[in-house]
Antibody, heavy 121, light 107 residues
Framework: QVQLVESGGGVVQPGGSLRLSCVASGFTFTTYGMHWVRQAPGKGLEWVAYKRDDGNIQYYADSVKGRFTVSRDNSGNTLYLQMNSLRPEDTAAYYC???????????????WGQGALVTVS | DIQLTQSPSSLSASVGDRVTITCRASQTINSFLNWYQQKPGKAPNLLIFSTSSLQSGVPSRFSGSGFGTDFTLTISSLEPEDFAIYYCQQSYSLPLTFGGGTKVEIK
């Protein structure tokens, strides 16, 4: 079955950097778009970033644009999120999420990781 | 950005009750509306995609309907394991957005 395992979360000071990783298994990683979605403690869900299956297209939420970079290593079935210039409002659980298709629109999030907690303080 | 407004934000219901949650979009999103269930301390789980398609493995007591700007998630007969928070999400345009959530609690 589909498995998404995040790592790399932790506590970081404001202005610092952190890189999240997500190792995927149980599906053909190279044929699906992938996302990062975050959830601040006790709050709702916020889409953060998307990377297309071939790695050639990415999109970001305005709240992270210019600070976060999403990348993927298709040979290693791994999705990354490089987070720079972190702010206290970036504190959240970050979920690695599989798209139901290839493109960013018109699909759905059909598998989620367990989440990686990032605390900026 | 497309805003999704869920109502109610919370509700209390009993096992066996029929529950309906609504999601209203700030502009038309055709049928590109999905529903997720989240239990405490867990990641969200896809229930329904494209307004009314049931995700594999999801019980048939869950159903969805709607088009354009108004959508509903219905649980025909609430089971103990259904007490959770439910989120709608649109995939019609960027940024992808979620509703604020509806918490279903035990009466």
């Amino acid at each position: 079955q589909v498995q998404l395992v995040e790592s790399g979360g932790g506590v970081v000071q404001p202005g610092g950097s952190l890189r999240l990783s997500c190792v995927a298994s149980g599906f053909t990683f190279t044929t699906y778009g992938m996302h990062w979605v975050r959830q601040a403690p006790g709050k709702g869900l916020e889409w953060v970033a998307y990377k297309r299956d071939d790695g050639n297209i990415q999109y970001y939420a305005d709240s992270v644009k210019g600070r976060f970079t999403v990348s993927r290593d298709n040979s290693g079935n791994t999705l990354y999120l490089q987070m720079n210039s972190l702010r206290p409002e970036d504190t959240a659980a970050y979920y690695c999420v599989k798209d139901g298709g290839r493109e960013v629109l018109l699909n759905w999030f059909d598998a989620w990781g367990q989440g990686a907690l990032v605390t900026v303080s | 950005d497309i805003q999704l407004t869920q109502s109610p934000s919370s509700l209390s219901a009993s096992v066996g009750d029929r529950v309906t949650i609504t999601c209203r979009a700030s502009q038309t999103i055709n049928s590109f509306l999905n529903w997720y269930q989240q239990k405490p301390g867990k990641a969200p789980n896809l229930l329904i995609f494209s307004t009314s398609s049931l995700q594999s493995g999801v019980p048939s007591r869950f159903s969805g309907s709607g088009f354009g700007t108004d959508f509903t998630l219905t649980i025909s007969s609430l089971e103990p394991e259904d007490f959770a928070i439910y989120y709608c999400q649109q995939s019609y345009s960027l940024p992808l957005t979620f509703g604020g959530g509806t918490k279903v609690e035990i009466k």
